[in-house]
Structures are given as structure tokens and as C-alpha cells.
């Protein structure tokens, strides 16, 4: 929930100023950092549910979990990609936007028409003892295009990002390494929020998702 608080402030703030300075990928950056925070969106339902009734979301829809936490992927990602794109490979746009596109198509289809075979969905017993968490279920095809599209965010966006500060000096290249760093931390964050089960751990996790919010602001503010 605090993720979601964070994130809305944030890419509400972002867009603000976007539209204030007319600054085109600021106003993508503050879209997307929104639509990341809502990822986050089925286990703020299901907490949600637990203060309010005491037990979990209920097995007959159980879907909408699944679908509320995941199915901003490939929008997000897509910005994320039009803000490399534009930044580090302008000539090359249109062909990252297109695989890009159909490589997050590809994952949300496999979303929406097979959630229960996308995701593991083991319920707390007993009920509301814990927030729902659910995992990739590897091997399935849906996890295979979400490993694509993390990586070539990694890729693209962050060695991209780093390999562009290296060309640059003074403002530029520090905006650069912003960038390298919000565009590491968020993959990384998505992966181990993926892998770590709710704990100790969890939480600090989620922190670098907000954090890496931040960085983004830093290196696209004009």
C-alpha cells in the first residue's frame, strides 16, 4: 500500500512538472511510475480485505488478484523503453518500441487468458493469517516474455544509460547515471519481490522501487 501512496505522489508530482515545463519524458516517466506502483495493487487488495473481514480473497475470484498486480507490466515497460529509446538510440525507436510491444502482448495475453497457469496462487491457512504472494510459475511462456522485457530493460535502458555518462561530462553524465541507476533498481526490485517470500527481507526490497522513482526524476528534470 505504501508503494502504491508513494508511487501516485511521486508520478503525480512528475506529471505536474511535466506539463509545467513541457518536458515529454518527464510526463512518460510520471505515467510509468505510477502504473509501476499499481503492480502492487492485488496485495493492497487482499490487505485491504483482511483489516475489513478478517480473511483473504476469496478462491472464485482470485483472478482479479492476479490480474490487478500484473496486467500494468507491459505498459510501464513501454514507457520505460520509449524514455530509452528516445535518450540513447532515437534512429533505432520504432523497431525497440515494436518488439518491445509484442513481447509485452504476448505476456499479458498469457495473463489474462491463463492466470492460474502464469502464477502460483497459494492461499494462507488460515485465512488472513497472511497477505496472498504469489510467484512465476517458471517454465510457463509468460515468464519467459517477462524475463525478456526485464532484461532488455537492464540492457537497453541501463548498460544503455551507462555507456551514454561515459560519452558525457558534467550535468549530462550525472543525469545519465541517475537514469542507469533507476533503470538497475527496478528490474532487480521486481525480481527479488518475485523470489523473497514475505518477510524481514521483503519490505526493503519494495523500498527500491520508490527510490529508484526518484532517481528517475533526477535524470530526466530538465
Avoid: C, Q
Avoid at 550535468?171 to 533498481?185: D, H, S
Avoid at 528490474?187 to 523470489?195: I, K
Amino acid at each position: 500500500m505504501g508503494i502504491i501512496v508513494s508511487s501516485i505522489f511521486i508520478g503525480g508530482y512528475i506529471l505536474y512538472r511535466a506539463f509545467k515545463l513541457e518536458a515529454k519524458l518527464l510526463k512518460y516517466a510520471g505515467a510509468m511510475i505510477i502504473l509501476i506502483g499499481l503492480l502492487w495493487s492485488g496485495p493492497t487488495m487482499d490487505f485491504t480485505k483482511i483489516l475489513l473481514t478478517g480473511t483473504n480473497i476469496p478462491e472464485n475470484i482470485k483472478a482479479l488478484y492476479i490480474y490487478s498486480s500484473y496486467i500494468f507490466v507491459g505498459p510501464a515497460i513501454f514507457l520505460a523503453l520509449n524514455i530509452g529509446a528516445e535518450l540513447i538510440a532515437p534512429s533505432k525507436k520504432k523497431l525497440i518500441l515494436i518488439f518491445i510491444a509484442i513481447t509485452a502482448v504476448i505476456f499479458e495475453a498469457g495473463l489474462l487468458f491463463f492466470p492460474y497457469l502464469s502464477y502460483s496462487f497459494p492461499e494462507p491457512h488460515p485465512t488472513g493469517e497472511n497477505i496472498i504472494d504469489t510467484s512465476l510459475n517458471f517454465g510457463f511462456f509468460t515468464f519467459y516474455a517477462l524475463a525478456i522485457i526485464l532484461l532488455t530493460v537492464v540492457i537497453f535502458n541501463g548498460i544503455g544509460a551507462i555507456l551514454k555518462a561515459r560519452e558525457s561530462t558534467g550535468i549530462l553524465k550525472r543525469k545519465f547515471f541517475y537514469l542507469a541507476i533507476a533503470f538497475f533498481l527496478f528490474p532487480l526490485a521486481a525480481v527479488f519481490d518475485t523470489l523473497i517470500p514475505p518477510g524481514f527481507f521483503l519490505p526493503f526490497i519494495r523500498i527500491l522501487v520508490i527510490v529508484s522513482a526518484i532517481f528517475l526524476y533526477l535524470g530526466l528534470k530538465p
